[in-house]
């Protein structure tokens, strides 16, 4: 049997593209290339540029891949200018996904912050697929302003669903705004949830994780059930450039869903 080379990439076709905000877009790829878990990752190709990781922003049981992506570096800008019907290569899935047999007849409680409710997002759907497998869905989002909440379409209908709880939040509002301010940690004095049982998940950016974690930490959640999104680090998506360790810990391999357990004694886990 010919061996399979884990750095081919399949060739894929952009669907189509939805601007989220100013600088973050949904890139919808044509067909399910890969199948994956919710909390793995893939590698986006963008040819003649680059590769850079990515986890899925759509549902596992979808009939299209969907990726929603932050314009920072080399290869995020040259997706951002590729156009419907273009090519792209896909390499994936990698990592380790949610334990979401562990989180079934439990109260679920996510946190978000800016782009990082991206990778939260199919964890979400993943969780509605099969909602009645699970008690509650507490989803809490931070954003930095009002423009820079992403699916702001899809938050009417989630909204409608029973047995999802939502409060968001953002740093600065505007005229248009009638929510709560401040950054997300604000929005977290209450948690209606038994932290001795439930599964926390946290997404976003760094400082905004670290904060995050510590008062999930402080208000009683078990170490090893507060699930942490490390994808910032990471680079080849198989363990070889060591661009991702933490610790003893790989986050390509390992993760990028790891515990606060797997990661507390990392001096560092957030940079």
């Known amino acids: 049997m010919e061996a399979v080379n884990p750095y081919a990439a399949i060739p894929a076709k ?4 939805i601007p989220e905000t100013p600088n973050i877009t949904t890139f919808i790829i044509e067909g399910m290339p890969i199948e994956f878990k919710a909390g793995q990752f893939a590698e986006l190709t963008v040819p003649g540029v ?3 990781p990515f986890t899925p922003s759509s549902s596992p049981h979808a009939d299209d891949l969907e990726f929603t992506i932050m314009k920072v570096g080399r290869v995020t800008s040259a997706l951002f200018d590729l156009k419907e019907g273009d090519q ?9 996904p949610y334990p979401l047999d562990e989180f079934k007849g439990k109260d679920v409680f996510i946190v978000g912050g800016g782009v990082g409710f991206a990778p939260l997002r199919s964890l979400l ?4 697929h099969d909602i009645n497998d699970y008690k509650k869905i507490y989803v809490r989002y931070g954003a930095r302003t009002p423009g820079d909440i992403v699916y702001k379409h899809l938050l009417p209908g989630w909204r409608k669903l029973s047995k999802l709880d939502w409060l968001l939040t953002v740093d600065v509002g505007d005229e248009t705004w009638k929510g709560r301010f401040g950054v997300v940690t604000v929005i977290l004095d209450e948690i209606p949830v038994n932290v001795k049982v439930a599964p926390a998940i946290v997404c976003g950016p760094p400082l905004m994780m670290k904060f995050v974690t510590q008062r999930l930490v402080e208000a009683g959640f078990q170490h090893e059930k507060i699930y942490l999104s490390m994808e910032q680090n990471m680079s080849c998506g198989i363990g070889k450039c060591n661009h991702c360790r933490l610790g003893k810990v790989y986050v390509c391999k390992d993760g990028p869903v790891l515990t606060w357990e797997d990661v507390k004694h ?4 957030f940079v």
């Open 88 to 96: 792209l290569g896909v390499r994936g899935p990698f990592g380790k």
């Open 266 to 269: 990392v001096e560092e886990p």
């Open 125 to 128: 759907l993943a969780l509605i």
């Open 50 to 52: 680059g590769e850079a």
């Open 14 to 17: 952009i669907k189509k593209i």
